[in-house]
């Protein structure tokens, strides 16, 4: 988005992004063997990072994660004051005092404004920006980002969205002609468009996917829309194009924090597997493997300057690692619905695993030795096999002070109560955000009664309390 664009004066919707988490920034370099700062915590005062999020928008995530590392520092950058002034509001009042943000165009950022950055993301920006602002966003990775600094982002790939390019574009040009509010004009843009695909002539002959995405897209948070479609500088990329420019602030691609990607058999067929491997390993792989499984959509990690492991320091590094289990125990279901379709787990092999993390987060030597005799790689695969089934998250090496985190939640139940929509609370064990419905936020925060002996909801409020213990969950007092 630049400044003159008609989604500019329309503030973002405030979501929270799960895979901004530092634990899985620090977890992804490991899977794939390669070393990536910081790995080991401070001597004295635990983990110290500093971490930035380009575009922040109401930073939602950037806080939970500020509460949930109070040793850590966060800066959020984006041009919005609208954004900037609701972050800094929600900060001032849950006083996190390790997040700084600063209401500035990515091409404005002086150097003494940022210090060298052990994490960097960008989540939502890179599509959606000239490409001078993706220049002036590596410019700016190049000089802040540490050597063995880690790197995401996110983007629209070309798969499944060319079609739309026109249409995109078509909608702008409609929208800034139009008159009215951002919000009417996008509206007016849409029934434009119903109008013509309603004529079923050249580009909109039969074109049902479009009706769809139409549907779909009318349904939606109007906010979310003009963000996403009503900008001038649309653009999906491939990954091969995304990993050249990051050549230039010396960053090379490591993996994804979508963790089924990494497991074929979860994602494609035996032979698509067999015929993606043929392709030489690389970016064109990438590109040709989002070609093969039409992901539109990509979160990506690079590092500057990763190092590969020793076989050692793999096995010492990843048996350090802790894992914390987000979901109820009783809601890991070992049937799970991968993109492939739905895969029946092994009970013997994951069963194990689920127990030790229900019991409370865990290294994987601690998980091994629940496990019982396995390969570490085999461990390793079964776990991020339940991460990428919702079940278990990468967790920080120990425990932060939980203080921070309750007095956020505290905010964001105060928030629910006053009609904001949140859905997360920050947990000190996980270095990150869980999520949970709004209304039991909300009467877990009033510290209501639970629902009568022996009902279903009396079960659900005593797996959910367990889990809000597990992760160490809990608010400030009101
Ligand atoms: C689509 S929103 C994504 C917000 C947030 N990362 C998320 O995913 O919810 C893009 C954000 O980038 C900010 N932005 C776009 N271009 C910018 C620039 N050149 N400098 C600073 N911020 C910018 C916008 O104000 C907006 O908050």
Request: proline share 6%.
């Amino acid at each position: 988005m630049s400044a003159d664009d008609i989604a500019f004066a329309t503030p973002y919707t405030n979501h929270y992004f799960s895979s901004l988490s530092p634990a899985m920034l620090r977890f992804v370099p490991l899977l794939h063997r390669q070393h990536a700062g910081p790995s080991v915590l401070a001597a004295n005062g635990g983990d110290r990072f500093t971490y930035a999020e380009f575009g922040c928008g109401q930073a939602l995530s950037l806080l939970i994660m500020a509460a949930a590392n109070p040793n850590a520092t966060f800066y959020g950058v984006d041009y919005s004051p609208a954004h900037i002034a609701r972050a800094r509001a929600m900060a001032d009042r849950a006083g996190l005092a390790n997040v700084v943000l600063l209401e500035r165009a990515f091409e404005d950022l002086r150097p003494d404004e940022l210090p060298p950055l052990d994490f960097a993301t960008m989540h939502g920006i890179w599509s959606w920006v000239p490409n001078s602002t993706r220049d002036a966003l590596i410019g700016l990775l190049d000089r802040h980002l540490k050597p063995g600094g880690t790197l995401y982002v996110s983007y629209n790939t070309l798969t499944t969205w060319t079609g739309l390019l026109p249409v995109q574009k078509l909608l702008y040009d409609y929208a800034e002609q139009a008159t009215g509010s951002p919000e009417d004009r996008a509206r007016k843009a849409l029934d434009f468009l119903e109008s013509l695909i309603a004529i079923n002539a050249g580009h909109f002959k039969n074109a049902k996917a479009l009706s769809e995405w139409l549907k779909q897209t009318k349904s939606g948070d109007i906010r979310y829309v003009l963000h996403e479609y009503f900008v001038r500088h649309w653009e999906p990329t491939p990954h091969s194009e995304v990993a050249r420019r990051m050549e230039r602030a010396k960053l090379s691609y490591v993996g994804t924090t979508d963790l089924v990607d990494t497991i074929d058999r979860f994602t494609m067929t035996p032979e698509t597997a067999k015929a993606l491997g043929e392709v030489p390993a690389g970016s064109i792989r990438e590109t040709v493997s989002d070609l093969l499984r039409s992901n539109s959509f990509r979160r990506d990690i690079y590092v500057r300057g990763p190092v590969p492991m020793t076989p050692a320091e793999w096995r010492q590094r990843t048996r350090r690692q802790r894992f914390a289990m987000i979901r109820l125990r009783e809601r890991c279901n070992l049937s799970v619905k991968f993109p492939i379709g739905t895969v029946e787990l092994n009970e013997q092999a994951f069963r194990p695993i689920l127990d030790r993390l229900a019991a409370g987060p865990a290294t994987l030597a601690e998980v091994a030795a629940e496990a019982g005799d396995t390969q570490d790689s085999n461990l390793v695969r079964r776990v991020v096999t339940m991460v990428a089934a919702g079940y278990v998250y990468p967790a920080s090496a120990v425990d932060a002070d939980p203080g921070p985190s309750q007095r956020l939640n505290r905010v964001i139940a105060d928030e629910i109560a006053a009609g904001h929509a949140h859905d997360v609370l920050a947990s000190p064990v996980l270095g990150s955000g869980v999520r949970m419905a709004a209304s039991r936020i909300v009467d877990f925060a009033a510290g209501k009664a639970p629902p009568e002996e022996g009902s279903q909801e009396r079960k659900d409020h005593e797996s959910e309390r367990a889990t809000m213990a597990r992760l160490r969950v809990g608010f400030a007092p009101g």
